[in-house]
């Protein structure tokens, strides 16, 4: 078998994500945490990158099937190919729920990017439009972190339209979205907000599932990215709170 090498902690990675958050303050910016642990971050890169170089470029490395514990308290399903076994290379920091995290939070995000795209055409107000197209706009660009992530650990990236074959916490059953699609005007504002709360309670007990399983989430990347999912929809959700009371 060949070797097998497993790039951890591309800075360009975290130099993009620390980019991307302040190019969408909308609801945080001091808290979120891959901006203030930006250095650290950056350092334990180039030191996993030196082990690296240093290592014997003769060692082979031999993959290990992963069929771990699912992540914990998590009920879902997904196609995709997401239920197959999860290959780790040996060596590897990551864990099969991380993969898991990962691709699920994609079509987790997927979802959220549908019901932000509907706010224009039913007639949202302007506040519920602004905040529809940061939801757009922020989690695409987290989607292709979590693509780039999964590729350059061997893993299967699903795309945007993975929502529609999976069911994860706070996702819209295909009722609700029907009832969403049909809304129009302040009905819509309701009905958005009520369920992108939903939704977004939903990302935060992925969040806590990951890190309740045994040895995942201790990746620097997976780790980064599932605090600051913590911390944006957390704001996020009490944001959405007070717009729906002002309704």
Same mark, same amino acid.
């Given at each position: 078998m060949p070797s097998v090498r497993v790039e951890h902690n591309s800075p360009s990675t975290w130099l993009r994500r620390a980019v991307h958050c302040r190019s969408f303050p909308c609801v945080h910016t001091s808290t979120t945490l891959p901006v203030r642990y930006?250095?650290?971050? %950056? &350092?334990?890169?180039v030191l996993v990158a030196g082990c690296s170089a240093k290592s014997?470029?003769?060692?082979?490395q031999t993959a290990t099937t992963d069929t771990a514990m699912p992540m914990a308290g998590m009920d879902h399903t997904m196609d995709h190919g997401m239920n197959a076994p999860v290959t780790i290379p040996k060596g590897a920091i990551f864990t099969a729920?991380?993969?898991?995290?990962?691709q699920g939070m994609i079509g987790h995000h997927g979802q959220a990017i549908y019901m932000s795209r509907l706010a224009a055409a039913n007639g949202a107000n302007p506040r %519920? &439009?602004?905040?529809a197209l940061k939801i757009d706009q922020s989690q695409r660009a987290e989607i292709t972190l979590m693509q780039e992530w999964l590729v350059a650990n061997q893993q299967m990236a699903p795309d945007t339209n993975a929502y529609k074959t999976m069911s994860m916490p706070g996702m819209l059953t295909a009722a609700q979205l029907k009832e969403l699609e049909a809304a129009r005007g302040p009905e819509f504002d309701r009905k958005f907000l009520t369920m992108m709360i939903q939704h977004h309670e939903g990302a935060l007990t992925m969040v806590a599932d990951l890190f309740a399983t045994p040895l995942a989430g201790q990746e620097v990347d997976v780790s980064v990215f599932a605090n600051d999912v913590q911390t944006v929809q957390t704001a996020e959700i009490a944001l959405m709170q007070q717009m729906l009371a002002d309704l």
């Open positions: 930006l250095p650290s971050v %950056l &350092l334990f890169a014997d470029p003769n060692a082979q729920a991380d993969v898991h995290f990962m %519920l &439009l602004r905040f």
